[in-house]
């Protein structure tokens, strides 16, 4: 069975730090890009950060640019969102996410994703 599997949400207050970790299992990712996702209450899920299939190339949404780092392990088949200067706006429940197609791009548009975690949450106090 294909999953993968967020951990590291948690209540943190503004300006403090977390570092979320998504671990694949049941096949590998390592040509894939990978991307963090998140969903704020009452909002629609918009990507995050997305990392390219060998960690070269990343993007970042102008709301994290500065605060927050995507990197990758492929031997660990594990992604991670290093997120620092955390705001309240930052609250939400953060998913990551495999592309579908190899070698792709950094396209932040989610039907590019097929393969989905169950989230993690974050919350973050003022």
């Known amino acids: 069975q294909v999953q993968l599997v967020e951990s590291g949400g948690g209540l943190v207050q503004a300006g403090g730090s977390l570092r979320l970790s998504c671990v694949a299992s049941?096949?590998?990712?390592?040509?894939?890009?990978m991307g963090w996702f998140r969903q704020a209450p009452g909002k629609e899920r918009e990507v995050a950060a997305i990392i390219s299939w060998n960690g070269a190339r990343t993007y970042y949404a102008d709301s994290v640019k500065g605060r927050f780092a995507i990197s990758r392990d492929n031997a660990k088949n594990t992604v991670y969102l290093q997120m620092n200067s955390l705001k309240p706006e930052d609250t939400a429940v953060y998913f990551c996410?495999?592309?579908?197609?190899?070698?792709?791009?950094?396209?932040?548009?989610?039907?590019?994703?097929?393969?989905w975690g169950q989230g993690t949450r974050v919350t973050v106090s003022s």
């Open positions: 049941g096949r590998t990712f390592s040509m894939n890009a």
């Open positions: 996410a495999a592309a579908r197609d190899a070698f792709g791009g950094l396209d932040p548009r989610e039907n590019n994703y097929n393969i």
